[in-house]
């Protein structure tokens, strides 16, 4: 059940009707995933929401490898619903499924080409460790620059503020969407 109050437009003030109003007449189409919680606080909803445009359709990286970094992320902190979310965009993206099962899963994928191993390597190490040791950071330097090395780490520092607020939220999965981390409360 989620635990922060749905946010009508009856309900909200105006700064957050103005916020909302922004967030739904973007790319996302509608106030969805972590932004009801965020409007609570509508000044970092709508800092949230500038982050989150920039991480999704900003970068240097196509959406295979971006939606890569996404998912280990949310596998990390086993957020459903961003699973849920970008699961599908990863393998819209190009990303094979036997990947995003390895992922999903926590194992490193078989199979994976040079680009993908590279930042799954640097998410992974990331969001387990906090840190990336220097050759997986040299490695992505080399294929992506120190351009793609920031990119990375703001897509993972974004995921992980997206994940600890949908599952501390308890946003639910759509309606006959099966869970993708049985026994987790997020």
């Not at 994976?112 to 990336?132: C, K, N, P, S, W």
């Not at 040299?138 to 990119?151: N, P, Q, S």
Request: glycine share 10%.
């Amino acid at each position: 059940m989620p635990r922060f109050t749905e946010l009508t437009d009856a309900a909200m003030d105006e700064r957050q009707r103005e916020v909302a109003a922004a967030i739904a007449a973007g790319a996302r189409g509608g106030v969805k995933g972590p932004y009801n919680a965020w409007l609570h606080a509508p000044e970092l909803a709508a800092r949230m929401e500038q982050v989150g445009r920039t991480i999704r359709w900003g970068t240097s990286f196509p959406a295979r490898l971006s939606e890569l970094a996404i998912i280990v992320t949310a596998a990390r902190w086993r957020a459903k619903y961003e699973w849920y979310a970008h699961a599908r965009l990863a393998l819209e993206g190009g990303l094979a499924s036997a990947i995003v099962e390895a992922i999903r899963l926590r194992r490193r994928p078989e199979g994976m080409a040079e680009d993908e191993a590279a930042v799954h390597d640097f998410a992974r190490a990331l969001v387990d460790e906090g840190d990336v040791p220097d050759a997986v950071f040299d490695r992505c330097k080399a294929l992506f620059g120190e351009r793609g090395c920031a990119e990375l780490l703001g897509a993972c520092g974004f995921y992980v503020a997206v994940g600890f607020t949908l599952n501390v939220a308890r946003v639910p999965l759509p309606e006959g969407v099966a869970d993708p981390f049985p026994g987790s409360s997020g």
